[in-house]
């Protein structure tokens, strides 16, 4: 297993749902069934594989081993839905007034407050340790 990234809503200090389809719009047309997940395929080869429950709401996804394409795809999400990205505790937002919808409790928890990020080179920059 690789390193994975991750979209999560939150509004009101809450864990929130939001409508799948959001996700599944933009990743669909790139998603391939595979055993557990979708498998994406980009133009130029593979993108990771994407996790995203078949329920009609969901709370979030996640891309195992993604592309670039594949994390410009989560950004492109991120500015749709109130939701932050992140790997392991690190957590990006495309609007700083949206950290506070975040929890406290998470808030408290991590070892660095999340950054906002203006554009999805910026987050790959920073996923990337710049």
């Given amino acids: 297993m690789g390193w994975s990234v991750h979209l999560q809503s939150f509004q009101g200090k809450a864990i929130v ?4 389809v959001i996700v599944w719009n933009v990743f669909a047309p790139k998603a391939h069934s595979a055993n557990w997940g979708w498998t994406l395929m980009y133009d130029d080869g593979y993108g990771g594989l994407l996790y995203l429950k078949d329920d009609p709401l ?3 996804c996640s891309v195992e081993r993604p592309s ?3 994390i410009r795809d989560m950004f492109m999400i991120a500015q749709r ?3 932050a990205i992140s ?3 690190n957590f ?3 609007d700083a007034a949206f950290v506070s919808g975040m ?3 998470l808030l408290n928890a991590l070892p660095y407050p999340p950054r906002t990020v203006a554009s999805a080179d ?3 920059e920073r996923l990337a340790g710049r």
């Fill in 58 to 60: 969901v709370d979030g």
């Fill in 92 to 94: 990006f937002v495309t």
């Fill in 87 to 89: 790997t392991d505790a």
């Fill in 17 to 20: 749902n939001f409508p799948r």
């Fill in 68 to 70: 670039s394409d594949a």
């Fill in 81 to 83: 839905v109130p939701s």
């Fill in 122 to 124: 910026e987050l790959l």
């Fill in 103 to 105: 929890p406290d409790w």
